[in-house]
């Protein structure tokens, strides 16, 4: 069976269309996606905005047309925190679903933080090993923090943190000033403090993953990369020096000069920095000095909960 799944973020939207090959087992056929920002203004107004919904309600569209195209027979779109924390979320969903012709499942938090490990945990599961390992999921309107052990999940917790917000309320359209960036991390270190929970919070030795946008854009130019490489991203660690020299790079840069970079998609210069800031904030409040870079995450998993 040939499948497809639609994965609308708050900032991102992506496609998989896969080939089913057996229970939890599938092949990647096609796989796209494109920052459209539905989240933008959000947090201030309490509801998605004319042309943020505009925007990605076309991606959407053309996405699922895209899947038809390839042969899906099944089209999934599941739609994540702006979706779900708008006051018009349901009024968006309901007016895509019948664009499309298609469902929009509205997830929860504690769902879409257990699809985002099983298509880590179904990626990078060899890396990971036996060892107790945290994963987060950097989104625009939120970031999902899961702890696995032996492969099962311990504790979960979805926080209403994303980039958008974090880039609308600290914008660094010029270079970044350094007091303006410790404010940024000291905001984002309190809520991390407070808001996950202990069994995350206090877990030591753990191993940490890290998918997303955010992550996967620090690996691509940690390694250099020209054009973006999957497999090259999969399983690229990334040690605290390393994570302090992008953002030392970064820093000098403009935000048109950030553009520019390889492998920074358009629309997700801007966030970087802010990104940035919730992954160093992570490190330090697990004490860890590492993270594994998952480029699979929820479209993976909503895969693999369709396949299963």
């Known amino acids: 069976m040939r499948l497809a799944t639609v994965d609308l973020g708050s900032n991102t939207v992506r496609l998989l269309v896969a080939d089913v090959t ?68 349901r009024e968006f969903a309901a007016t895509l679903a019948q664009a499309t012709g298609e469902r929009v499942e509205i997830i929860t938090g504690q769902r879409e933080a257990a699809l985002t490990v099983a298509g880590v945990l179904a990626g990078v599961g060899d890396v990971m090993g036996a060892t107790p390992t945290v994963v987060f999921d950097i989104g625009g309107g939120s970031t999902e923090y899961i702890l696995t052990r032996a492969g099962a999940v311990a504790a979960a917790v979805s926080l209403r943190l994303g980039v958008v917000d974090l880039t609308e309320r600290h914008p660094f359209p010029a270079r970044v000033e350094p007091a303006r960036f410790q404010a940024l991390l000291d905001e984002v270190g309190r809520r991390l403090g407070s808001e996950i929970p202990s069994d995350i919070r206090d877990a030591r030795g753990v191993r940490l993953v890290g998918t997303a946008g955010t992550a996967t854009t620090l690996a691509a130019l940690d390694l250099g990369l020209v054009t973006y490489d999957a497999g090259r991203v999969q399983g690229h660690t990334l040690t605290r020096a390393a994570l302090e020299a992008q953002l030392a790079r970064l820093s000098a840069l403009t935000v048109e000069e950030r553009a520019a970079l390889p492998c920074l998609e358009r629309g997700r210069a801007d966030l970087i920095v802010p990104g940035t800031a919730i992954v160093l904030a992570t490190l330090s409040l697990l004490a860890v000095d590492r993270m594994v870079v998952s480029d699979w995450g929820l479209r993976e998993g909503i895969v693999m909960a369709l396949c299963s």
């Open 22 to 89: 057996g229970p939890g087992r599938w092949r990647a056929i096609e796989a796209d996606q494109v920052v459209t920002r539905l989240g933008e203004g959000l947090a201030a107004s309490g509801r998605l905005g004319d042309a943020p919904s505009a925007r990605t309600a076309a991606a959407v569209t053309q996405y699922v047309e895209r899947a038809r195209r390839a042969g899906a027979e099944r089209i999934a779109i599941v739609a994540t925190s702006a979706v779900r924390e708008a006051a018009n979320g």
